[in-house]
């Protein structure tokens, strides 16, 4: 019952003594009085409380929001380390390879997912870090060619590591993430925090003062014995140390982008990591036998490796030239894994390591004599698969492989997604975070690699478009810009007559095209091909000349292209 009825019931109450009207009236006004003081009391006891209440309501409101404000500031953001290995192909000991001594990379695997049908997208450094860096297939950065930039024909783009500054990461580039060319537009500074360093004063590809006062190229191969440092990725590595040290000190996560030089051409490493390695292990492949029925296109038209002082210029090399080459660069793989494992150590004594998403990349694969070819600069298996690697916190089965097949242009979305930011426009590629979550998932159902013909900054004349399936490659060259066809080659990896698996490597051995046996898969793959160029390329934009980089431009008509 509410005060007011109470009163109200007070106040008409009958009374049988009608003539005790004063007392009754005393009373009656002491019983008025003490109700209108109960309310009074009531009502400022309910303000007090309804205050009370109020107040506490809009104080733990308050102390909610400002908490859920400060877990969203101090939430971690996890910090990037993006490891490139110039002309690193899987020859690793966790991709199969048993000669391969490389310890480190092979203990980052066991807690990363690797893949092991990644694909690069050019099978040369310049066009296939762009595409790594951009997100974006070669026809669309048309950048073909080391001596083109990817700025000249898409100014507004936003590069991986520039995307990552954009959402408040510290980015920095050490050694040879973008580019070879010793230049700062090549380097693209846009896209890094502070200015991106290629090489140090000093840092020079040979430790003997003799190879490095011949003018041009030195030798293809040397060894010195000196400590890391005394080579330039010993040098890298130190610095990357360092840096890694200071940005940890920071209240900013960072992305941070470390080139490592080697096992790039020349194969120049510590004595002691050649000493890893009996010379009588490598196989003396010598000149071996080109792919059988394959056009001259498939192969190089320029020779990186004629270029070096101790080698012919055709690469006719003898059995125990090829020996040494082989030797040199498992050396230099092994150099490299060594510099790798440092970074990773720093990582863990700063306590880094399990808030640190790690990417491991070689931008390309590598042959070594195989095919009676050397180096890279084709469409085949040897030369566009490459090793790729994710490690981040929380991965489920870490050392888990997957035969999910990808792209280069993948590796750009992929870690924007697991650093948690939002997608990133206008990219040719796909997260794989699906598949770093369950390795047993599919990828792509194939993938598209390229390579131009004549090898020159300027507008191709011929190119070669090469798809890869889980059983087959497929390559057309084709005219340039009206892709008119001009050869074809088709590669059954699952035939012996067709291909041939070596170790731990595929190598194709026939050209089976012409054969009307595979006219059917022939015309499929025709088909999968032509489906893929004109939804995923721009075909008009490919008709206008690109110039080359002037900062890069060749003095002499003879000079051999570096294939940096």
Not at 166 to 182: A, F, I
Not at 378 to 390: K, Q, S, V, Y
Request: a neutral charge; hydrophobic letters at 35%.
């Amino acid at each position: 019952m509410k005060i007011t009825d109470v009163k109200c019931i007070l106040l008409s109450a009958p009374y049988a003594k009608a003539g005790d009207d004063e007392r009754e009236g005393k009373r009656e006004e002491q019983e008025e009085g003490q109700i209108m003081r109960t309310e009074q009391e009531h009502d400022t006891y309910l303000r007090v409380i309804c205050s009370f209440v109020a107040a506490t309501f809009f104080l733990l409101m308050s102390v909610a929001a400002t908490r859920a404000a400060e877990v969203s500031r101090t939430s971690p953001r996890h910090n990037i380390l993006f490891i490139a290995v110039d002309d690193l192909r899987t020859s690793l000991g966790c991709y199969g390879d048993p000669l391969a001594k490389t310890p480190n990379i092979d203990q980052l695997a066991k807690a990363s997912r690797r893949f092991t049908r990644a694909y690069c997208q050019e099978s040369v450094c310049g066009p296939s870090r762009t595409s790594i860096l951009t997100g974006r297939l070669p026809d669309n950065t048309r950048v073909w060619h080391n001596r083109n930039l990817f700025r000249d024909t898409l100014p507004t783009a936003v590069t991986l590591p520039e995307y990552f500054k954009d959402q408040g990461y510290h980015t920095q580039s050490l050694g040879k993430v973008l580019s070879g060319e010793n230049s700062m537009a090549a380097q693209d500074p846009q896209s890094w925090s502070v200015p991106p360093l290629l090489k140090g004063h000093g840092w020079t590809n040979y430790a003997s003062k003799e190879n490095r006062g011949k003018r041009g190229k030195g030798p293809a191969t040397e060894q010195e014995d000196l400590p890391d440092e005394g080579y330039p990725d010993g040098k890298l590595a130190a610095l990357a140390v360092q840096t890694i040290e200071d940005l940890s000190e920071r209240d900013q996560p960072f992305f941070l982008a470390v080139g490592f030089f080697k096992p790039h051409l020349p194969f120049c490493a510590p004595k002691k990591y050649w000493d890893l390695y009996d010379p009588a292990d490598f196989e003396p492949v010598g000149k071996t036998r080109r792919t059988k029925k394959a056009p001259d296109v498939a192969y190089p038209d320029h020779l990186e490796l004629g270029g070096y002082r101790d080698i012919p210029k055709d690469e006719n090399v003898t059995i125990e030239q090829a020996r040494r080459l082989r030797h040199g660069y498992y050396a230099c793989v092994s150099y490299a894994d060594a510099q790798v494992g440092k970074l990773l150590d720093a990582l863990k004594r700063l306590e880094q390591d399990e808030n640190t998403i790690v990417v491991l990349w070689g931008d390309h694969g590598y042959s070594l004599g195989e095919a009676d070819h050397w180096c890279k600069d084709t469409n085949f298996e040897m030369d566009t698969r490459a090793p790729l690697m994710f490690r981040f916190p929380g991965m489920p089965e870490p050392g888990v492989a997957t035969e999910a097949m990808i792209e280069y242009v993948d590796i750009y979305p992929t870690v924007v997604d697991l650093a948690g930011l939002p997608p990133a426009p206008d990219l040719d590629g796909a997260s794989l975070v699906p598949i770093l979550k369950d390795p047993r998932r599919e990828g792509r159902s194939f993938v598209l690699s390229q390579f131009a013909r004549p090898f020159k900054p300027s507008l191709p004349k011929v190119m070669g478009y090469s798809i890869r399936t889980k059983a087959h490659r497929y390559t057309r060259w084709v005219q340039w810009p009206t892709r008119e066809t001009l050869q074809e080659e088709l590669y059954d990896y699952d035939s012996s007559r067709s291909a041939v698996r070596e170790g731990a490597f595929l190598i194709e051995r026939e050209n089976v095209a012409a054969d009307p046996a595979y006219r059917e898969l022939r015309e499929r793959l025709h088909t999968s091909l032509d489906e893929s160029l004109r939804t995923r390329t721009n075909l008009e934009a490919l008709k206008h000349p690109v110039k080359e980089n002037s900062s890069r431009k060749m003095k002499g008509k003879n000079r051999q292209e570096s294939s940096k």
